[in-house]
Nanobody, 124 residues
Framework: QVQLVESGGGLVQAGGSLRLSCAASGRTFSSYIMGWFRQAPGKEREFVAAISRSGGNTYYADSVKGRFTISRDNAKNTVYLQMNSLKPEDTAVYYC?????????????????WGQGTQVTVSS
């Protein structure tokens, strides 16, 4: 089992940047595919980005491609989400998630463990 704790959220103006971090407990972090999701008020949780165990493969939602970058440091048990050129529509609670499976998934059902979330608010 793994516990996930997100940090780095906050209030930023449109066009600005934020870097989210997700620290994982345990000694098997490198065995998990890691993902970021977000949920805006009144909307379903949606996929943002995911990264393979080694970090060699990444996958992004079309809405964030070219603006967000997911990365991981297996030595630090941490996954990151660098968010640039932020837009008001990026406002949401951002969650990191861990997947024990073999293939990167873009659906919430594909992930086994979740963090508590961190709020990102982008003002216009």
């Amino acid at each position: 089992q793994v516990q996930l704790v997100e940090s780095g959220g906050g209030l930023v103006q449109a066009g600005g940047s934020l870097r989210l971090s997700c620290a994982a407990s345990g000694r098997t972090f490198s065995s998990y595919i890691m993902g970021w999701f977000r949920q805006a008020p009144g909307k379903e949780r949606e996929f943002v980005a995911a990264i393979s165990r080694s970090g060699g493969n990444t996958y992004y939602a079309d809405s964030v491609k070219g603006r967000f970058t997911i990365s991981r440091d297996n030595a630090k048990n941490t996954v990151y989400l660098q968010m640039n050129s932020l837009k008001p529509e990026d406002t949401a609670v951002y969650y990191c998630a861990a997947d024990r499976g073999l293939v990167i998934a873009a659906t919430t059902t594909g992930y086994d463990y979740w963090g508590q979330g961190t709020q990102v608010t982008v003002s216009s």
